[in-house]
């Protein structure tokens, strides 16, 4: 976004304003002509004077609001530094098909639009999907869990999506097997299996997953899990390989996607365990087992693809170029997705694309590039010496230059709760339109930034130039890769190896933008700041990028109350007071987040219950860390680069007379 849209007020105060303020002051600051100066209305002349001065003021704080913050505009934009733009949330959609449709299977094209209801009362919010996705009429019937000895149905478990459950037992030994029936509707006329790309969407449960760490710098390296499963299915005698043709899951320990090929006529029915009905089974067994500890599931569901808060617009014609240096052409919808936008310009001899690039100063006069303000949708050329000039085309003098793709979207009102994408823009055939819906909430959309967190980026851009040496560089890079709001850089820790010194290591915890009471970035998230330090970090430096370790935090206080104050409102202040002092971004002393690894002292928490008016004394207050009650009066400290969080604490409130 143009910082010139942006400049913020010092002084908002009007005419109107003063004149009303200087009215309720006349008594106090004027006391010797209390007797006399009893008329305050327009015709006194004392207010006349009063008038021309408020008028004054008006002018002058206009102008002294302007100056100081255009300066510091203009620096900003002579440094090239301009507002980051929103950022589009992201869901998981699934797309049922109906019982009695007659084929065994519904492609649900990419770029699918599905819209939710906005929070804030606007238009519908669009979700696009991000891929094809293949939606089989057959549903998830039932699913099983295989311990090696005995079958434990988890269907229920599995559909209300609440506690989790584990998919190979409690212990997760060898030929342990997660088993998944699928059957048709009793008035299908479907008998048959297709040969098909069956997509298992996994989550993980939260509260299972270990401190995630992604190691930087290696991103052609595979992955491994830590079991080895093989994925087979019944063919009516016996199991049979099934083709795996990727595990985003690494062997159901993250969260992702399972995309298997089934074979042609190979799935037969049968009765297997605790099911007592026919169903068509495929199995995930585990071949070898070296789990760490046993995964636990949320959820497993078919037909279900990612999708994005965007819209694609096509074919969008700009304008046609007049061969001038530095044009501007401005697309009719904004703000513009990260990397979603295909320029291309026909000189003459056909449409040629373009390439977009931060900005001229690498260009030379014969590269196609062109720079893009994604916020406004502003599209410009270079002047002939840095970047190419588009040349006038006299046989297509309006429209040589198209917008042939782009998406727009984004901002934090696209993290809609859970069960809210549930609305078709276009019906898909076969698709049952009533069922559609985002099992879990939408996250990672992010409001574009704003000047004051600018003003913080100026010094820290100038300072790391785009290359990650110091913690502070680490911190301010990983802040810029995705939608992070804070990170924290530990220079020789090894999320391996905790509390051993390791040379040449960097482990930089985020945390991401969210309305939650402990914000967790998402593998994807940590993956894109793990890319994106990777290009600017030293040669020498191994670097992870770790999800925070939170510590909950919870309040035992009792409190007296002054006799006119309102119980009630006593006690909600003191707890909305103690929520926001522990909360990870908007906590601490400062307002501007609790400290990593920073120690709870006793005597802050008992001056921020006093910070809340009618507050008489305290009588007691507790400090539970993790749950586990601390002595009275002492200061606790938490684990080296934690977090604290709260969800709630036990505020007690009574009278001075009631004891």
């Keep these: 976004m143009s910082l010139n849209n942006a400049i913020p007020q010092i002084d908002d105060r009007r005419y109107d304003n003063l004149l009303a303020e200087v009215?309720?002051?006349?008594?106090?600051?004027?006391?010797?002509?209390?007797?006399?100066?009893?008329?305050?209305?327009?015709?006194?002349?004392?207010?006349?004077?009063?008038?021309?001065?408020?008028?004054?003021?008006?002018?002058l704080t206009y102008r002294m609001s302007k100056v100081p913050e255009l300066n510091y505009v203009k620096f900003l934009q002579l440094l090239g530094i301009?507002?980051?733009?929103?950022?589009?949330?992201?869901?998981?959609?699934?797309?049922?098909?109906?019982?009695?449709?007659?084929?065994?299977?519904?492609?649900?094209?990419?770029?699918?639009?599905?819209?939710?209801?906005?929070?804030?009362?606007?238009?519908?919010?669009?979700?696009?999907?991000?891929?094809?996705l293949t939606s089989l009429t057959a549903s998830l019937a039932s699913i099983q869990a295989f311990d090696g000895y005995t079958f434990t149905d988890v269907t229920r478990d599995n559909h209300e999506a609440t506690q989790g459950f584990q998919p190979f037992g409690s212990l997760a030994n060898d030929d342990s097997a997660l088993l998944l029936g699928f059957a048709y509707e009793e008035t299908s006329l479907l008998v048959e299996f297709p040969q098909v790309e069956v997509?298992?969407?996994?989550?993980?449960?939260?509260?299972?997953?270990?401190?995630?760490?992604?190691?930087?710098?290696?991103?052609?390296?595979?992955?491994?899990?830590?079991a080895?499963?093989?994925?087979?299915?019944?063919?009516?005698?016996?199991?049979?390989?099934?083709?795996?043709?990727?595990?985003?899951?690494?062997?159901?320990?993250?969260?992702?996607?399972?995309?298997?090929?089934?074979?042609?006529?190979?799935?037969?029915?049968?009765?297997?365990?605790?099911?007592?009905?026919?169903?068509?089974?495929?199995?995930?067994?585990?071949?070898?087992?070296?789990?760490?500890?046993?995964?636990?599931?949320?959820?497993?569901?078919?037909n279900t693809v990612a999708a994005r808060q965007a819209e694609t617009i096509g074919d969008e014609v700009l304008g046609g170029s007049n061969g001038r240096r530095d044009q501007v052409f401005r697309l009719a919808n904004a703000p513009v997705l990260r990397d979603t936008l295909r320029l291309e310009v026909d000189e003459g001899s056909g449409y040629e694309v373009w390439t977009r690039v931060d900005d001229f100063f690498g260009s030379s006069p014969m590269d196609h590039h062109y720079a893009l303000d994604r916020t406004t949708g502003e599209v410009?050329?270079?002047?002939?010496r840095h970047g190419g000039i588009p040349v006038a085309n006299a046989s297509n003098p309006d429209a040589n230059v198209v917008a042939r793709e782009y998406r727009v979207?984004?901002?934090?009102?696209?993290?809609?709760?859970?069960?809210?994408?549930?609305?078709?823009?276009?019906?898909?055939?076969?698709?049952?339109?009533?069922?559609?819906?985002?099992?879990?909430?939408?996250?990672?959309?992010?409001?574009?930034?704003?000047?004051?967190?600018?003003?913080?980026?100026?010094?820290?851009?100038?300072?790391?130039?785009?290359?990650?040496?110091?913690?502070?560089?680490?911190?301010?890079?990983?802040?810029?890769?995705?939608?992070?709001?804070?990170?924290?850089?530990?220079p020789l820790f090894h999320p391996d190896f905790p509390g051993v010194k390791v040379p040449g290591v960097v482990t930089v915890i985020v945390v991401p933008d969210g309305d939650a009471p402990n914000p967790t970035p998402s593998d994807g998230t940590l993956r894109t700041v793990c890319?994106?330090?990777?290009?600017?970090?030293?040669?020498?430096?191994?670097?992870?990028?770790?999800?925070?370790?939170?510590?909950?935090?919870?309040?035992?206080?009792?409190?007296?109350?002054?006799?006119?104050a309102d119980l009630a409102e006593v006690k909600e202040g003191i707890?909305?007071?103690?929520?926001?002092?522990?909360?990870?971004?908007?906590?601490?002393?400062?307002?501007?987040?609790?400290?990593?690894?920073?120690?709870?002292?006793?005597?802050?928490?008992?001056?921020?219950?006093?910070?809340?008016?009618?507050?008489?004394?305290?009588?007691?207050?507790?400090?539970?860390?993790?749950g586990e009650e601390l002595p009275d009066c002492t200061d606790v400290p938490i684990t080296e680069g934690a977090l604290v969080y709260s969800t709630q604490h036990d505020v007690q409130v009574q009278y001075s007379f009631d004891e």
């Excluded at 006399?36 to 408020?54: E, H, K, L, R, Y």
Aim: proline fraction near 7%.
């Design 531 to 564: 890319a994106y330090l990777d290009q600017r970090r030293l040669l020498t430096t191994e670097l992870y990028v770790i999800k925070p370790t939170y510590q909950q935090v919870e309040i035992r206080v009792e409190v007296i109350v002054n006799d006119n």
């Design 575 to 626: 707890e909305r007071a103690l929520l926001v002092y522990f909360h990870p971004l908007k906590g601490g002393d400062d307002g501007q987040g609790w400290p990593f690894g920073g120690t709870i002292f006793f005597s802050r928490v008992n001056q921020r219950a006093f910070t809340v008016i009618g507050v008489q004394s305290i009588t007691r207050l507790v400090i539970l860390l993790d």
């Design 23 to 59: 009215r309720t002051r006349i008594a106090r600051y004027t006391p010797e002509w209390k007797p006399v100066w009893t008329d305050v209305n327009d015709s006194d002349p004392g207010i006349t004077i009063v008038q021309v001065f408020a008028w004054l003021t008006e002018m």
């Design 380 to 384: 410009r050329f270079g002047d002939g």
């Design 228 to 302: 080895r499963i093989r994925w087979e299915f019944w063919n009516g005698a016996q199991w049979q390989s099934l083709s795996l043709l990727k595990d985003e899951t690494r062997a159901l320990t993250r969260t992702g996607h399972v995309y298997l090929k089934t074979p042609a006529k190979g799935l037969q029915r049968a009765v297997i365990g605790a099911e007592k009905q026919p169903r068509y089974w495929i199995r995930g067994r585990v071949e070898r087992s070296q789990y760490e500890r046993p995964p636990m599931l949320l959820a497993i569901r078919t």
């Design 199 to 226: 997509n298992l969407t996994v989550w993980v449960l939260p509260d299972s997953v270990p401190a995630a760490s992604f190691q930087c710098g290696f991103p052609d390296t595979p992955s491994y899990g830590p």
């Design 409 to 490: 979207g984004g901002g934090k009102r696209g993290n809609v709760p859970a069960k809210v994408i549930k609305t078709l823009t276009t019906s898909v055939t076969g698709v049952d339109d009533n069922l559609v819906a985002n099992l879990l909430a939408a996250d990672s959309g992010r409001d574009e930034e704003t000047l004051d967190e600018a003003k913080l980026r100026a010094p820290r851009s100038i300072k790391s130039r785009c290359r990650a040496v110091t913690a502070e560089d680490f911190e301010y890079l990983a802040m810029q890769a995705a939608t992070i709001k804070r990170a924290k850089a530990l």
């Design 82 to 132: 301009e507002l980051n733009p929103a950022e589009a949330a992201q869901a998981e959609i699934t797309f049922p098909v109906k019982p009695d449709h007659a084929e065994p299977f519904v492609i649900v094209p990419a770029r699918t639009q599905v819209t939710a209801e906005a929070p804030d009362g606007g238009p519908p919010l669009v979700f696009e999907t991000e891929r094809a």
